[in-house]
């Protein structure tokens, strides 16, 4: 681009001079002024909304809070209603764990994806999957829950099964339960919920990767073909480094996804209130299923706590999706592949 | 320079080399195609060796993953064997990438076409015209219907577009058109707020609107929520489409004399037209489906309904999730049949807008064309 720059002829002389900025003579008619405020207002509604979100779960959670104090964050049962300590010390790991397990089946398979789609793919192709992606992110999260529950899960647990037989030493996969490894202890898990909403991250990842997969450089792409690399050589050296921004923001928008993920795992799993290593056997649960399961049998009290839990949400879901968006954006800027 | 070295670089099957033979730059070659052949036989016949005759064990998955594996090593092998170690990686490496790619979209298939096999069973026309009224738990599948709950749907997501689609059509021409200081940090709120958990978009307007406010559970408390998740899509894809509007046709209009307000609205809106309709309607898509927030806000209900303002609501949505955990049969088969409506209306509504953005802006539709025809401008 620059070398089109110096080689422009360069008789306009005083225009052409870079440091003189020229401010054009703005003259605003009535309307205009009121376009400019009509959509600086409509920006400052969306600004607003953010704040009251974060500021009526703060102001509905705060009750309790005040009553939990710091128990809230150390506590795992949850009986507010019973009188009871309530907190999110076993949801929360729970939580993490499920967006854990869906990330780790997600990513691998939205790289894969995105460089299929970018580098691999005939064009027709192409354009079909990149299709089939979209309807992926466009299917309800409720119709995956119900696709794992009723098809899934089934045929899920003789993995799982296999899983605590085989790799039984690793303490995610240790399986320690006094019916033994029969069947009837892997449905309603982690693992099989992680695996449902591994679905429901893919499309997000995949938009991320494939975004910042397809603004490779294209010389340096060529120069590595031109060199004799291979299709996978002009990939692992050119295609990668250059996208790893998008390959973190993208799991990591992927991840804010899946913590925040509220039907399928309601449907998948079986509350549990003691947090454990295992994924595999029975029992886990997330905030945001917590809240969908225990929101109609709450009182007024409950329903406090339920909001704290909520704001709990909102905010780790905030600060991933915040880290997210500064890698991605400053991986976009490719300070260091300007060629 | 650089251009033109790209554009014969792309362009490689036209580019003529001196003795007029076109070149291909092929991935593949006969060799390959032969020892990837010969890898899935042999791969095949071996994982049958092991499964059938060694191991007294059964399954087509465990077959399938068996045969896979096997491919995969026969063939590098192979690949090693005859072009050496580079080749070799750059083949493991394409297979899987193939298989990754795949594994994208073997879900999706089996997702919808799952829903459909058990949907379709109980589907009645009658689904769409009535509600739940005189149905019991143990009334037949087929009798009764949805109509209740498709109503909700329809007036729920539509108020939620009346609110969300013109605030984020400004908003986003705010972003890209009007700008200032807000421009960055607006951004970022949004990037942020399209991260909301759609039950926490349920929480707040639970708490604003039902606890605060004092109102009840109804379709509009149901609205607001799908329009807190709805807002945050609309803006981001609307700026996106905004940006591709070509600078140089905002430039002359302005030239020529054209206020901001005209530039925008006669100049960069109708040129970005058909991507914005595309991005409602994705956005639309996407909502329809939303279940947690409904939840917490419309209260759900087995009769017709059909004022948003007052009284519980049910959805489609809704209706399928409360459905599906009964334990009586025809109660899950009526949330299947929902189910599948679902499907089918994001369905449709994806395929609308998929056909609406595969036209570019210079598309002149046959309506159009024919009102240009009477001006005698075509």
Same mark, same amino acid.
């Given at each position: 681009?620059?070398?089109?720059?110096?080689?422009?002829?360069?008789?306009?002389?005083?225009?052409?001079?870079?440091?003189?900025?020229?401010?054009?003579?703005?003259?605003?008619?009535?309307?205009?002024?009121?376009?400019?405020?009509?959509?600086?207002?409509?920006?400052?509604?969306?600004?607003?909304?953010?704040?009251?979100?974060?500021?009526?779960?703060?102001?509905?959670?705060?009750?309790?809070?005040?009553?939990?104090?710091?128990?809230?964050?150390?506590?795992?049962?949850?009986?507010?209603?019973?009188?009871?300590?309530?907190?999110?010390?076993?949801?929360?790991?729970?939580?993490?764990?499920?967006?854990?397990?869906?990330?780790?089946?997600?990513?691998?398979?939205?790289?894969?994806?995105?460089?299929?789609?970018?580098?691999?793919?005939?064009?027709?192709?192409?354009?079909?999957?990149?299709?089939?992606?979209?309807?992926?992110?466009?299917?309800?999260?409720?119709?995956?829950?119900?696709?794992?529950?009723?098809?899934?899960?089934?045929?899920?647990?003789?993995?799982?099964?296999?899983?605590?037989?085989?790799?039984?030493?690793?303490?995610?996969?240790?399986?320690?339960?006094?019916?033994?490894?029969?069947?009837?202890?892997?449905?309603?898990?982690?693992?099989?919920?992680?695996?449902?909403?591994?679905?429901?991250?893919?499309?997000?990842?995949?938009?991320?990767?494939?975004?910042?997969?397809?603004?490779?450089?294209?010389?340096?792409?060529?120069?590595?073909?031109?060199?004799?690399?291979?299709?996978?050589?002009?990939?692992?050296?050119?295609?990668?480094?250059?996208?790893? &921004?998008?390959?973190? &923001?993208?799991?990591?928008?992927?991840?804010?996804?899946?913590?925040?993920?509220?039907?399928?795992?309601?449907?998948?799993?079986?509350?549990?209130?003691?947090?454990?290593?295992?994924?595999?056997?029975?029992?886990?649960?997330?905030?945001?299923?917590?809240?969908?399961?225990?929101?109609?049998?709450?009182?007024?009290?409950?329903?406090?706590?339920?909001?704290?839990?909520?704001?709990?949400?909102?905010?780790?879901?905030?600060?991933?999706?915040?880290?997210?968006?500064?890698?991605?954006?400053?991986?976009?800027? &490719?300070?260091?592949?300007?060629? | 320079?650089?251009?033109?070295?790209?554009?014969?670089?792309?362009?490689?099957?036209?580019?003529?080399?001196?003795?007029?033979?076109?070149?291909?730059?092929?991935?593949?070659?006969?060799?390959?195609?032969?020892?990837?052949?010969?890898?899935?036989?042999?791969?095949?016949?071996?994982?049958?060796?092991?499964?059938?005759?060694?191991?007294?064990?059964?399954?087509?998955?465990?077959?399938?993953?068996?045969?896979?594996?096997?491919?995969?090593?026969?063939?590098?092998?192979?690949?090693?064997?005859?072009?050496?170690?580079?080749?070799?990686?750059?083949?493991?490496?394409?297979?899987?990438?193939?298989?990754?790619?795949?594994?994208?979209?073997?879900?999706?298939?089996?997702?919808?076409?799952?829903?459909?096999?058990?949907?379709?069973?109980?589907?009645?026309?009658?689904?769409?015209?009535?509600?739940?009224?005189?149905?019991?738990?143990?009334?037949?599948?087929?009798?009764?219907?949805?109509?209740?709950?498709?109503?909700?749907?329809?007036?729920?997501?539509?108020?939620?577009?009346?609110?969300?689609?013109?605030?984020?059509?400004?908003?986003?021409?705010?972003?890209?058109?009007?700008?200032?200081?807000?421009?960055?940090?607006?951004?970022?709120?949004?990037?942020?707020?399209?991260?909301?958990?759609?039950?926490?978009?349920?929480?707040?307007?639970?708490?604003?609107?039902?606890?605060?406010?004092?109102?009840?559970?109804?379709?509009?408390?149901?609205?607001?929520?799908?329009?807190?998740?709805?807002?945050?899509?609309?803006?981001?894809?609307?700026?996106?489409?905004?940006?591709?509007?070509?600078?140089?046709?905002?430039?002359?209009?302005?030239?020529?004399?054209?206020?901001?307000?005209?530039?925008?609205?006669?100049?960069?809106?109708?040129?970005?037209?058909?991507?914005?309709?595309?991005?409602?309607?994705?956005?639309?898509?996407?909502?329809?489906?939303?279940?947690?927030?409904?939840?917490?806000?419309?209260?759900?209900?087995?009769?017709?309904?059909?004022?948003?303002?007052?009284?519980?609501?049910?959805?489609?949505?809704?209706?399928?999730?409360?459905?599906?955990?009964?334990?009586?049969?025809?109660?899950?088969?009526?949330?299947?049949?929902?189910?599948?409506?679902?499907?089918?209306?994001?369905?449709?509504?994806?395929?609308?807008?998929?056909?609406?953005?595969?036209?570019?802006?210079?598309?002149?539709?046959?309506?159009?064309?024919?009102?240009?025809?009477?001006?005698?401008?075509?």
């Amino acid at each position: 681009m620059s070398v089109v720059g110096q080689s422009a002829p360069s008789d306009i002389g005083t225009i052409s001079d870079p440091d003189v900025v020229v401010h054009p003579v703005v003259r605003r008619s009535g309307v205009d002024r009121i376009f400019r405020s009509v959509a600086t207002s409509s920006g400052v509604i969306t600004f607003i909304l953010m704040g009251l979100i974060g500021g009526f779960l703060l102001l509905k959670g705060y009750d309790a809070l005040k009553v939990a104090g710091w128990g809230f964050l150390t506590d795992s049962e949850w009986a507010p209603d019973q009188g009871g300590k309530f907190g999110i010390a076993a949801i929360l790991p729970f939580t993490v764990q499920i967006a854990l397990v869906a990330l780790f089946i997600a990513v691998p398979v939205a790289l894969s994806t995105a460089l299929f789609i970018t580098e691999y793919a005939p064009r027709k192709l192409r354009r079909l999957l990149t299709a089939m992606i979209d309807l992926l992110a466009a299917v309800p999260s409720l119709i995956y829950g119900l696709w794992g529950l009723f098809y899934l899960q089934p045929r899920l647990i003789t993995l799982s099964k296999w899983m605590a037989n085989h790799l039984g030493w690793i303490p995610f996969f240790h399986v320690d339960n006094q019916y033994g490894t029969s069947l009837g202890i892997f449905p309603s898990s982690t693992f099989v919920s992680g695996v449902i909403v591994s679905l429901m991250v893919i499309p997000i990842c995949t938009a991320v990767m494939r975004e910042v997969f397809s603004q490779a450089p294209p010389g340096e792409r060529e120069g590595a073909m031109a060199l004799g690399g291979t299709r996978w050589g002009v990939v692992r050296d050119v295609v990668l480094p250059f996208g790893r &921004g998008g390959i973190i &923001g993208g799991s990591m928008l992927g991840l804010g996804r899946a913590l925040g993920e509220t039907i399928a795992v309601t449907l998948i799993i079986s509350p549990a209130f003691t947090a454990k290593w295992s994924i595999l056997d029975q029992g886990s649960n997330s905030i945001a299923a917590l809240i969908a399961l225990k929101f109609s049998e709450s009182s007024t009290f409950g329903i406090s706590a339920l909001m704290a839990a909520g704001l709990a949400l909102f905010i780790i879901t905030l600060l991933v999706n915040a880290a997210a968006s500064t890698v991605v954006s400053n991986s976009r800027s &490719g300070s260091s592949t300007e060629i | 320079m650089t251009t033109t070295l790209n554009t014969t670089l792309n362009n490689t099957t036209e580019n003529k080399i001196n003795t007029e033979e076109r070149i291909k730059i092929r991935d593949i070659e006969m060799v390959d195609v032969i020892v990837m052949t010969g890898s899935a036989i042999s791969a095949f016949a071996l994982s049958y060796f092991f499964f059938q005759i060694l191991l007294p064990v059964s399954g087509a998955l465990g077959f399938l993953v068996c045969w896979y594996v096997f491919f995969n090593i026969i063939s590098t092998v192979a690949v090693w064997e005859l072009r050496g170690a580079v080749k070799a990686k750059d083949h493991l490496a394409r297979v899987f990438i193939w298989t990754g790619g795949m594994a994208a979209v073997v879900p999706l298939i089996l997702v919808l076409g799952y829903v459909i096999g058990k949907g379709y069973h109980s589907l009645r026309p009658q689904f769409f015209t009535q509600d739940q009224k005189y149905v019991g738990a143990l009334s037949k599948s087929t009798e009764g219907g949805g109509a209740h709950a498709i109503v909700g749907t329809l007036e729920q997501v539509g108020i939620a577009s009346l609110i969300s689609v013109p605030l984020g059509i400004t908003t986003a021409v705010y972003l890209n058109e009007v700008k200032g200081r807000l421009t960055k940090p607006l951004r970022m709120i949004i990037d942020a707020m399209s991260a909301v958990p759609s039950i926490v978009a349920g929480l707040f307007i639970y708490a604003a609107w039902i606890l605060a406010l004092g109102n009840q559970q109804s379709g509009i408390a149901g609205s607001l929520a799908l329009a807190v998740l709805f807002l945050p899509t609309v803006t981001r894809t609307s700026e996106v489409v905004l940006r591709l509007v070509p600078g140089g046709l905002r430039e002359a209009s302005l030239a020529l004399g054209g206020t901001e307000w005209r530039t925008t609205s006669r100049v960069v809106l109708p040129t970005a037209k058909s991507g914005l309709v595309t991005a409602v309607i994705l956005g639309v898509a996407r909502v329809i489906g939303e279940t947690a927030p409904l939840i917490l806000t419309v209260g759900g209900a087995f009769v017709m309904n059909s004022n948003p303002l007052s009284g519980k609501q049910d959805a489609l949505p809704y209706f399928v999730f409360r459905l599906i955990r009964f334990p009586q049969e025809a109660q899950v088969q009526r949330a299947w049949t929902g189910a599948l409506v679902l499907v089918i209306l994001v369905l449709v509504l994806f395929v609308i807008a998929r056909a609406i953005g595969g036209r570019g802006p210079d598309h002149i539709s046959r309506l159009k064309k024919r009102r240009l025809k009477r001006k005698g401008l075509a």
